[in-house]
């Protein structure tokens, strides 16, 4: 089993960043990739960005250049957000990947234009 606590959102202006932090504990040695996912209102929850235990990082198309995935440790997954837009809007899951998913309860970012 592994366990995720998110921290970070928040409210801010377009044009803004803010900066997510998801811990993890439990079976972690077992983590093969972390990641983020986001789910606006009255739509599918979607990939944000991800990175694996070699540091690869994997990003959708929407954010690359202006999100940045990476870990301070094997526990600890930051998720940078700069030049934030309205449509960024939504809430944020952690997400690792062992023989299965595991999510953290997601943390609300608003981006008011």
């Known amino acids: 089993q592994v366990q995720l606590v998110e921290s970070g959102g928040g409210l801010v202006q377009a044009g803004g960043s803010l900066r997510l932090s998801c811990a993890a504990s439990?079976?972690?040695?077992?983590?093969?990739?972390m990641g983020w996912y986001r789910q606006a209102p009255g739509k599918q929850r979607e990939l944000v960005a991800t990175i694996t235990r070699t540091g690869g990082t994997n990003y959708a198309d929407s954010v690359a250049g202006r999100f940045t995935i990476s870990r301070d440790s094997i526990k600890r997954v930051n998720l940078q957000m700069n030049s934030l837009k309205p449509e960024d809007t939504a809430v944020y899951y952690c997400?690792?990947?062992?023989?299965?998913?595991?999510w953290g309860q997601g943390t609300q970012v608003t981006v008011s234009s």
């Open positions: 439990g079976s972690i040695s077992s983590i093969l990739v």
């Open positions: 997400n690792a990947k062992t023989s299965r998913d595991f």
